[in-house]
């Protein structure tokens, strides 16, 4: 340390340091038996860093056009050193991230912590959930492979399903009437620049939303804790708690390199527009509760195409995702019991269709 | 002659008063001339990238009949896929020795759909759809039945049209 207190002085007598930092110092985050909770968020950080770092190194090499794409990205795999691992990682990264930025939303949700004043956080937070889904769609398609064509020509079939705007927006994420090397290119686009940046931004305002309230503490302790405030324990946000997520990080990576290297992520075959769909092609988990909903819905529901209903209701299930804490006030106490069911009951429906989706039939 | 709380002002108009040398009124039509003009050179920015981002329309070279097939190159009770212009068509020879060609997009969410010979049906593995050799959307998500396209033998080519509209 002693080498680098004078650098650290110079920089003290010009940006004055330790006024910028006495926020960090002062955070604390509350002790009780969820605290573990309250790693998710950092841990869903922790994930999205990875993605922007190998992201950046599979850019090295890769080609986003229909002749290239697929032998790109078998290239990385079989030629690149250590290319297997990277672009291995980046798919297990990915995956697990979308996990723990949904058990970060369900925690948060199940603790109350979107409550005044934190309504601004909660949505921030619920857009980058739809981003990170955004990210997984767009990435999939990349490596220009069966599964992934297929997942593409369903994904934005359904987006064309909207009333209204659905063919226009149709055509502008398939840069054309059919999924063709034009789409390749487009998810290419917002895969590496467009989702990026708005996820940047928005993850921004998060972060400083989440330090300028200061972190939640679940309804009924926090009572307990007014009424009796020598029962309540915190922790310096720094080094105390840092360094313990740092640790969870650390495992994190562990547990990526050793998922990574025991089950490379597969590559598939390649893509083929005048192929028709294999048997057993189904997307990735997380869009398999919406995949199974669409199986199951009846074609017809008094003269409208089941689908058009399914889908209108996913979108309507986003957007009172987004709408939660605006709902709460409105209805008060038994509204926010009833709210905790209905949320445990998504959990459910989510589970049960994920679960019947893998089951053979 | 009236007078405002402000002080000493000369009323110029009955509802123009002038205060400190600010016009409200001039200065609500200058706001709205501003707001105008960047609204307008923001149209003027925006039009471009909007018209941008839609793609040019791709000329369907397909026309409306292509040749599909060789006779004899499928077996009875089996299927290939053909190009009908940039979509898949499905080619099928029956069973009973009959040719019948269909659009191969599925109805419900436009995945390609195959031919089972176990079952003589149309079945989409995306999400379990289930077709006819007519094309009826029998069982399944789908909404509507596939397009059913006309077969000709033409010497050893077989043929493909677009039904003509009756």
């Known amino acids: 340390?002693?080498?680098?207190?004078?650098?650290?002085?110079?920089?003290d007598e010009r940006l004055s340091l330790d006024d910028l930092t006495a926020p960090l110092r002062k955070k604390t985050v509350p002790v009780h038996r969820l605290t573990y909770w309250y790693f998710l968020g950092g841990m869903t950080l922790f994930l999205f860093v990875v993605q922007v770092c190998t992201g950046m190194l599979l850019l090295l090499y890769y080609r986003p056009t229909a002749n290239e794409a697929f032998e790109s990205v078998q290239y990385i795999t079989t030629k690149v050193q250590f290319g297997w691992l990277v672009r291995s990682i980046h798919s297990w990264s990915a995956n697990l991230m979308v996990f723990t930025a949904f058990a970060h939303m369900f925690s948060v949700f199940f603790l109350k912590a979107y409550r005044k004043p934190r309504e601004l956080t909660w949505l921030t937070g619920v857009l980058l959930l739809f981003l990170t889904l955004a990210f997984g769609f767009s990435g999939y398609l990349l490596p220009w492979n069966t599964l992934?064509?297929?997942?593409?020509?369903?994904?934005?079939?359904?987006?064309?399903?909207v009333p209204l705007i659905g063919k226009p927006l149709l055509v502008f994420l398939r840069g054309g009437e059919d999924v063709t090397g034009a789409t390749l290119t487009r998810f290419f686009g917002f895969h590496v620049a467009v989702l990026p940046g708005i996820a940047t931004m928005l993850l921004l305002t998060h972060l400083l939303l989440v330090q300028f309230f200061g972190i939640s503490v679940p309804p009924k302790l926090e009572d307990e804790w007014a009424e009796n405030p020598s029962k309540r324990r915190e922790m310096k946000f720094f080094p105390n708690f840092a360094l313990r997520e740092l640790m969870a990080w650390y495992l994190a990576l562990a547990a990526l390199g050793s998922l990574a290297a025991l089950w490379p992520w597969e590559l598939g075959t390649k893509a083929d527009a005048f192929?028709?769909?294999?048997?057993?092609?189904?997307?990735?988990?997380?869009?398999?509760?919406?995949?199974?909903?669409?199986?199951?819905i009846p074609s017809k529901i008094l003269f409208i195409d089941g689908e058009v209903l399914g889908i209108l209701a996913f979108g309507f299930g986003g957007l009172l995702l987004l709408a939660v804490p605006f709902i709460e006030i409105r209805t008060r106490r038994l509204g926010s019991w009833l709210l905790t069911g209905a949320g445990a009951l998504v959990i459910a429906y989510i589970a049960t269709m994920t679960i019947y989706g893998y089951l053979p039939k | 002659m009236r007078t405002t709380d402000i002080g000493d002002v000369q009323p110029l108009h009955d509802s123009l008063v002038q205060i400190d040398g600010v016009n409200p009124k001039r200065r609500r039509v200058l706001k709205g001339i501003l707001g105008a003009g960047i609204v307008a050179s923001l149209g003027s920015f925006l039009y471009p990238v909007l018209r941008y981002l839609v793609p040019p329309p791709v000329a369907d070279l397909g026309g409306d009949t292509v040749v599909a097939g060789r006779v004899g190159e499928l077996q009875p009770n089996?299927?290939?896929?053909?190009?009908?212009?940039?979509?898949?068509?499905?080619?099928?020879?029956?069973?009973n020795d009959e040719y019948r060609a269909l659009s191969a997009t599925c109805t419900h969410l436009g995945c390609t759909v195959q031919y089972k010979p176990d079952q003589h049906?149309?079945?989409?593995?995306?999400?379990?759809?289930?077709?006819?050799?007519?094309?009826r959307n029998i069982s399944g998500p789908p909404p509507r039945p596939l397009e059913v396209f006309d077969v000709h033998v033409q010497g050893d080519e077989l043929v493909v049209s677009r039904k003509r509209e009756a």
């Open chain 2, 78 to 95: 089996s299927s290939k896929i053909f190009r009908f212009g940039s979509r898949p068509g499905l080619l099928i020879r029956t069973a």
């Open chain 1, 148 to 161: 992934a064509f297929f997942a593409t020509k369903v994904g934005t079939e359904v987006a064309g399903q």
């Open chain 1, 275 to 296: 192929a028709s769909a294999p048997a057993g092609i189904r997307p990735e988990w997380y869009f398999m509760f919406m995949f199974e909903t669409l199986k199951l």
């Open chain 1, 1 to 11: 340390m002693s080498t680098l207190a004078p650098v650290r002085r110079w920089l």
């Open chain 2, 121 to 135: 049906r149309i079945w989409c593995a995306c999400h379990n759809g289930m077709f006819d050799l007519a094309g």
